[in-house]
């Protein structure tokens, strides 16, 4: 007996997936307007007429470096002498 043979009807081909659309293209930005920049000055005034309750911190600073050469430079004491320095200078100031 002969073989029967099947023809099969062939295969249509898959159909591709439609691609996702592209991503629209950001727009350029407006360039930000320029700033003016501005100078703030201010003016130094004179130590006699500052009223304050405290002396200054370059004040402070100088009487303590003043102790520290006294102490030939011993290392160390630094927040004493800090703290010493103010406290003289806050004695100076009330007696005046």
Avoid: C, N
């Avoid at 295969?11 to 307007?33: C, E, L, S, V």
């Avoid at 102790?67 to 100031?93: S, T, V």
Wanted: hydrophobic share 35%; charged share 40%; glycine share 4%.
């Amino acid at each position: 007996m002969a073989k029967k043979t099947i023809t099969r009807p062939k295969a249509a081909p898959k159909a591709k997936a439609p691609a996702p659309p592209a991503a629209p293209k950001p727009r350029p930005r407006a360039a930000a307007p320029k700033k003016k920049a501005t100078k703030v000055v201010a003016a130094a005034a004179p130590e006699s007429t500052v009223l304050s309750a405290e002396p200054s911190d370059e004040a402070i600073r100088i009487r303590a470096y003043e102790r520290y050469l006294e102490r030939d430079g011993g290392h160390g004491m630094d927040f004493e002498d800090w703290l010493e320095a103010k406290r003289e200078l806050q004695e100076l100031r009330d007696r005046k």
